[in-house]
């Protein structure tokens, strides 16, 4: 897959910017209101996973998802987009 | 024909990214992804995506990409088009990939051209109706009566017609789409890429931080454009234009939604007056008239 640099200093210097995971860090931390799925009313229909725009949603081997909270923004569209009401948003803990 | 299950799992814009939480043409970015593989080489001038790639050494892009000047994409696409020919270099498609400032506005006159030399790559405006990279200025693709930072009463004037403008350039095909109906655009992608010559793809991407809604509603705000007739799926394929579901079955005014419910739930058209509404709503019958002509066999 692609080159992910530990740090600056692994790059040579150069105009090309590298593919890194998290190029603005982990971006979970921009999270208020945070998706839970629950499971039991999952139906598998992966409509999540294609519209989320962090690609913070993997699919699980079930096809149920898998939210990566180490990036999710916590923008909702999965929330509102699941056709069964499976995924609900909850404030985070202060 | 695809279903959203056997879209492949590999990301291409990996995860960390710097867009706003519910950035639509985010949605979008990733849906060409999975429609194009990784054999693509983008072309990306100063917009939201330049910044969405993250701050230099970094980017959050997984597939070669050139960064060019903001009137440059189709210019730049061109010249890389010509080196993978110089180079004999099969199977890579090119990918001009542009806001609606970056292409209704300055950069036209580079995909004017482009297209009247037969440019073969793929050209996407994504759509989010302002100049989003700086703070929400008005552009020719800003629909009328749309609060931006230069219009704050609301723009006075009406979008333009971008995919038709491209269509007269008689490019093999040209198509709309919207990320809300994903499978849609992945099929138009895929369609472009085998065919030779300049492909025009123009994405309505709903924008929360520009319209002024919350984050949740992108994909909603998708299908309601799409639903109300404000924006219309179609191909034009070698001059001949044809809807596309969900939109084939909105030529009778009774199915489409009132326009009110798609511009009620955006911040930006908060200070519509109710003539403001008649008048978009009697746009959007009108072009439907035009649609529903030119569907019936009428080449463009
Ligand atoms: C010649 C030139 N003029 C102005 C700018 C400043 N600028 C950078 S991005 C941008 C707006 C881009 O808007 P759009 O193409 O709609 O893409 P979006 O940011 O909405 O994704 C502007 C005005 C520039 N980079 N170059
Ligand atoms: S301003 Fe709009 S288009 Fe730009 S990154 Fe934010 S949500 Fe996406
Ligand atoms: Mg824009």
């Given at each position: 897959m692609v080159a992910v640099h530990k740090s600056r200093k692994d790059m040579p210097l150069t105009?090309?910017?590298?593919?890194?995971?998290?190029?603005?860090?982990?971006?979970g931390y921009w999270r208020t209101f945070r998706p839970e799925v629950d499971y039991s009313k999952c139906t598998r229909c992966t409509l999540c996973w294609i519209y989320c725009p962090d690609a913070a949603i993997?699919?699980?081997?079930?096809?149920?998802?898998?939210?990566?909270y180490d990036y999710c923004k916590g923008c909702g569209i999965c929330a509102n987009e699941c056709p069964v009401k499976a995924?609900?948003?909850?404030?985070?803990?202060e | 024909m695809v279903t959203i299950k056997e879209l492949p799992q590999e990301e291409y814009l990996l995860k960390g990214h710097a867009a706003c939480a519910g950035c639509g043409p985010s949605i979008a970015l990733r849906l060409l992804f999975k429609a194009l593989g990784k054999n693509v080489i983008l072309v990306v001038p100063a917009c939201c995506t330049s910044i969405i790639q993250g701050p230099y050494p970094y980017t959050s892009i997984g597939v070669p990409l050139q960064n060019i000047l903001f009137e440059s994409t189709a210019a730049a696409a061109s010249g890389i088009v010509a080196a993978l020919q110089q180079k004999k270099l099969e199977g890579v498609t090119v990918v001009g990939w542009a806001g609606d400032g970056g292409t209704v506005d300055i950069g036209i006159q580079a995909l004017s051209g482009a297209a009247e030399r037969e440019t073969d790559f793929i050209y996407i405006c994504y759509d989010n109706e302002a100049y989003g990279n700086t703070g929400m200025q008005r552009s020719g693709a800003t629909p009328y009566g749309a609060w931006t930072t230069t219009t704050p009463t609301g723009k006075r004037e009406r979008k333009k017609n971008m995919p038709f403008i491209m269509a007269a350039?008689?490019?093999?095909?040209?198509?709309?789409?919207?990320?809300?109906?994903?499978?849609?655009?992945?099929?138009?992608?895929k369609k472009a890429k085998e065919i030779r010559g300049t492909k025009y793809i123009h994405i309505l991407a709903p924008c929360p931080t520009g319209w002024r809604y919350t984050t949740e509603k992108t994909v909603e705000l998708g299908k309601l454009?799409?639903?109300?007739?404000?924006?219309?799926l179609y191909e034009i394929e070698y001059g001949k234009f044809k809807l596309n579901s969900p939109s084939d079955r909105l030529v009778d005014k009774a199915k489409r939604k009132p326009v009110k419910e798609y511009l009620a739930l955006q911040g930006?058209?908060?200070?519509?007056?109710?003539?403001?509404?008649?008048?978009i709503?009697?746009?959007?019958?009108?072009?439907?008239?035009?649609?529903?002509?030119?569907?019936?066999n009428y080449l463009l």
């Amino acid at each position: 897959m692609v080159a992910v640099h530990k740090s600056r200093k692994d790059m040579p210097l150069t105009p090309l910017s590298s593919p890194t995971l998290g190029s603005m860090g982990k971006t979970g931390y921009w999270r208020t209101f945070r998706p839970e799925v629950d499971y039991s009313k999952c139906t598998r229909c992966t409509l999540c996973w294609i519209y989320c725009p962090d690609a913070a949603i993997e699919r699980r081997e079930d096809d149920s998802p898998k939210i990566d909270y180490d990036y999710c923004k916590g923008c909702g569209i999965c929330a509102n987009e699941c056709p069964v009401k499976a995924i609900t948003m909850h404030r985070e803990e202060e | 024909m695809v279903t959203i299950k056997e879209l492949p799992q590999e990301e291409y814009l990996l995860k960390g990214h710097a867009a706003c939480a519910g950035c639509g043409p985010s949605i979008a970015l990733r849906l060409l992804f999975k429609a194009l593989g990784k054999n693509v080489i983008l072309v990306v001038p100063a917009c939201c995506t330049s910044i969405i790639q993250g701050p230099y050494p970094y980017t959050s892009i997984g597939v070669p990409l050139q960064n060019i000047l903001f009137e440059s994409t189709a210019a730049a696409a061109s010249g890389i088009v010509a080196a993978l020919q110089q180079k004999k270099l099969e199977g890579v498609t090119v990918v001009g990939w542009a806001g609606d400032g970056g292409t209704v506005d300055i950069g036209i006159q580079a995909l004017s051209g482009a297209a009247e030399r037969e440019t073969d790559f793929i050209y996407i405006c994504y759509d989010n109706e302002a100049y989003g990279n700086t703070g929400m200025q008005r552009s020719g693709a800003t629909p009328y009566g749309a609060w931006t930072t230069t219009t704050p009463t609301g723009k006075r004037e009406r979008k333009k017609n971008m995919p038709f403008i491209m269509a007269a350039h008689r490019i093999p095909y040209v198509a709309t789409a919207c990320p809300s109906y994903p499978i849609d655009f992945v099929n138009k992608l895929k369609k472009a890429k085998e065919i030779r010559g300049t492909k025009y793809i123009h994405i309505l991407a709903p924008c929360p931080t520009g319209w002024r809604y919350t984050t949740e509603k992108t994909v909603e705000l998708g299908k309601l454009a799409v639903q109300t007739g404000l924006w219309a799926l179609y191909e034009i394929e070698y001059g001949k234009f044809k809807l596309n579901s969900p939109s084939d079955r909105l030529v009778d005014k009774a199915k489409r939604k009132p326009v009110k419910e798609y511009l009620a739930l955006q911040g930006r058209f908060r200070n519509l007056t109710e003539e403001d509404i008649a008048k978009i709503q009697k746009w959007v019958d009108e072009d439907w008239e035009r649609y529903r002509k030119l569907a019936s066999n009428y080449l463009l």
